[in-house]
Structure formats: structure tokens, C-alpha cells
């Protein structure tokens, strides 16, 4: 189902409850009455047409039209994926790691393997950190001064040199895929965690990861459908000017 203005924003989330966190992100919180997504992102100055990409490219991406990308600016795109990257490090990776210490105090007898856990999860966490961090340092920075030079007309040489030694291209090339470990995490927890009569926390723990991994392949799926294609136009208009 394409999500369209028109909608009630209380019947999206009846229909796709994954979609909290992401309005969550644009500062809209539980309790906002019962107007349309159009009327909703008046009273909060929302840019709608990009609330409906995102919204979309979550829900269901094949839906995602190309027009799109020219309604909106990269920046306002990027501005979205910090605080995306923000929202698993300041608070699912936290929450995830609490859980687990409370998991391993829980049990004495069965220390090491949740030692074992924990450890698998600190790999994951660094590797993720790598990950934002090469984005946040490297793609965005180049993104928005491409977007600024071509709205100023002001194109530098050092920006046309940058763009041929590192265009989007390769960005896409080398864009890992981080939920991979997560599936490998679940599966310790599924398969090899020895059984203890306390599940409670273990289904919590399996949960969050399923969720922390269905929202990072929704972002990376971003990066890859929205933000690489609308660079790639910004790309071209460059070297065309
Ligand atoms: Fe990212
Ligand atoms: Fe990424």
C-alpha cells in the first residue's frame, strides 16, 4: 500500500507498526490526535513530500518512485540518516548491551557463554561504529558540499577532483551490509545459548535484535535507493556544468 497525505497518521500506524520509530525521528511522538500525515506535517513544518519517502521506502520500497528524489534537498536526507545513526547508538545499542549484563548477572552457572555473547556483541557494535563513522565523516560531508556548490554555482576545482577520485559510485561499491552479524547474533541466542529456565529476557533480547535489524536494512536500503541515486544527479549536473 503506497502511504499517501491524505491518510491518518493513527492508521498507518494501525497498518505498520515499525513505522513508530521512524516518525519518532521527526520529532512526531505518541498522542498526535487523530489528523492526516498532511495536516500533522503542516503543524510541525515537516517537508511532507520527504516525510512520504521515507515513510515509504520503510513500509514498502518497491513502491518508491524516482520523481521523488527531486522534491527535497540532500541535506534534509542526510539530516534524517544522522539521527537515524544517532538513534542505534545512543539508544538501541545501549539498551541491547543493558539487557545482556542483566541476562549474564541472572545466571551463574552459565557465565561463560554469555561472556561469549557479549563479546560478539562488542565486535558488532565497533564494526557498526566504522561504518557510521566512514559515513558521517566521508559520504555526507562530500554530498553536502556538492549540493551547496551546485545550488551557489560556486564549483571549485578541488571538489571536481574530489568527485572524480571518490564519486557515489564507489560509496555504493563498498556499502557493507552491517545487519549480517545481527542475523548470526540471533542465532547464538536461537540455537546455541544453552537453555535456562528464564526466558523472559532472551525473547526480549531476540526481539530488539530483530527489530534493530529490520530498521538498519530499511536505512541502508535509503542509503542505497534514495541517497546514492539523488547524488548520482547531482554528480551529473556537475560535471554537465
Ligand atoms: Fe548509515
Ligand atoms: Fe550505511
Redesign the pocket.
Known sequence: MLLEKQMKLADVIHHDYNLVPVINRFGIVLGFGDGSIESICNNKNIDIDFFLTILNAFHDPQLLDKEFLQSFSARLLIDY?RK??NYYLAHKIPEIECLIVEMASESSDKKRSYELLQKFFEEYKNELIK??DR??TRVYPYVIELEEAIQNNSVSESLILRSNEYSITSYEEEHDN?EEKLTDLKNIIIKYLPPSKNQKNRFKLLKELTVLEKDLVD??RI?DLILVPKVELLEKSLTNN
Open positions: 540518516l537515524t545513526h561504518h557510521i559515513e558521517e552491517v536505512h541502508a542509503e
